[in-house]
């Protein structure tokens, strides 16, 4: 599952790909695709610029089985002239999961920018 959002600022436009991944263990409705995708838009959009795509990974560890922090969310974005950034979050629900990776995508994010902006 893959949409194309379009990202308006006041003086741009930017196109940023997000892609959701998941296991066979984890069903993702459109409802929540949608959610989703309108989170990551939100919470990332000071990077739009510059990320051209965002992969989501989506996955239950222990499968039917019950477990903590066995839900997991990898996100790996990818901006312009440099490597791709991946970041994993475990958690016990997929949402908790989702939420703490993107706290961490934006961390290295912000890193990546200052990196290159000082040199």
């Known amino acids: ?11 741009n436009q930017y196109i940023m790909i997000i892609q959701i991944n ?3 263990n984890v ?15 939100e919470k990332l959009h000071r990077f739009a610029g510059q990320l ?18 066995d839900k ?11 490597q791709p950034i991946v970041v994993t979050e475990m958690n016990d629900t997929l949402m908790q999961a989702i939420n703490g990776a993107i706290v961490k995508l934006k961390t290295a994010l912000d890193s ?6 000082n040199h």
């Open 72 to 82: 997991r969310c990898l996100m790996e974005a990818r901006m312009e002239g440099m």
């Open 22 to 24: 998941t296991d066979n």
């Open 52 to 69: 051209t795509r965002v992969e989501v990974h989506l996955s239950d560890e222990n499968g039917s089985k019950e477990g903590q922090r």
């Open 1 to 11: 599952m893959f949409r194309i959002l379009t990202i308006i600022s006041n003086t």
């Open 112 to 117: 990546a920018v200052g990196k290159v902006r």
């Open 27 to 41: 069903t993702v409705h459109e409802a929540f695709e949608t959610e989703l995708n309108d989170k990551i838009a």
